[in-house]
Antibody, heavy 117, light 111 residues
Framework: EVQLVESGGGLVQPGGSLRLSCAAS????????MHWVRQATGKGLEWVSA???????YYPGSVKGRFTISRENAKNSLYLQMNSLRAEDTAVYYC???????????WGQGTLVTVSS | NFMLTQPHSVSESPGKTVTISCTRS????????VQWYQQRPGSSPTTVIY?????PSGVPDRFSGSIDSSSNSASLTISGLKTEDEADYYC??????????FGGGTKLTVL
């Protein structure tokens, strides 16, 4: 059974940093592209970052230069380093597996990040 | 840049059929696959349609997807509505410039 379990969320001040983790199990992690997707309370889904099996990374303009996605295949883990955090980054952050046809097939339960003073 | 536009909300009665649209603002809807996700309150999204019209195992055949190049849109149709179908539904697609893009979501009320 595919499982994705996020951790690392919490309260951080504006301008601060936070590192999210996603523990994957139930599939060959190294063979799949992976993503982070976020959702502000009461709002829609927003793609945040992607990493390919070769370590290639992709970001939307809203987080480029502030967020860094990485993976550690030996630990079946995905990470999101978030720097220079802003109030508008407040959201539930989901780890999601790529479905190999430009979508997502499995999602974690999410971890809440709150950026506030 | 392209956007995917969905109606904010739709409502229908149990047993009826509802269709949710997803219109692509630029570029062809057929150029990249469309996915649809269901998100019940307090839960993570789950896939109900992938590759425009494919259902994952476990998703009932009451759910179907299609694309229409003439209107540059995708549609999710749910027939025989059940109260358990009440949820938010998101379409999603991709292109090499904007990467992964979601529609704004549609709140389905089954009343």
């Amino acid at each position: 059974e595919v499982q994705l379990v996020e951790s690392g969320g919490g309260l951080v001040q504006p301008g601060g940093s936070l590192r999210l983790s996603c523990a994957a199990s139930g599939f060959t992690f190294s063979s799949y592209d992976m993503h982070w997707v976020r959702q502000a309370t009461g709002k829609g889904l927003e793609w945040v970052s992607a990493i390919g099996t070769a370590g290639d990374t992709y970001y939307p303009g809203s987080v480029k230069g502030r967020f860094t996605i990485s993976r550690e295949n030996a630990k079946n883990s995905l990470y999101l380093q978030m720097n220079s955090l802003r109030a508008e980054d407040t959201a539930v952050y989901y780890c999601a597996r790529d479905n190999r046809v430009a979508g997502f097939d499995y999602w974690g339960q999410g971890t809440l990040v709150t950026v506030s003073s | 840049n392209f956007m995917l536009t969905q109606p904010h909300s739709v409502s229908e009665s149990p047993g009826k059929t509802v269709t949710i649209s997803c219109t692509r603002s630029s570029g062809s809807i057929a150029s990249n696959y469309v996915q649809w996700y269901q998100q019940r309150p307090g839960s993570s999204p789950t896939t109900v349609i992938y590759e425009d019209n494919q259902r994952p195992s476990g998703v009932p055949d009451r759910f179907s997807g299609s694309i229409d190049s003439s209107s540059n849109s995708a549609s999710l149709t749910i027939s025989g509505l059940k109260t358990e179908d009440e949820a938010d539904y998101y379409c999603q697609s991709y292109d090499s410039s904007n990467f992964w893009v979601f529609g704004g979501g549609t709140k389905l009320t089954v009343l």
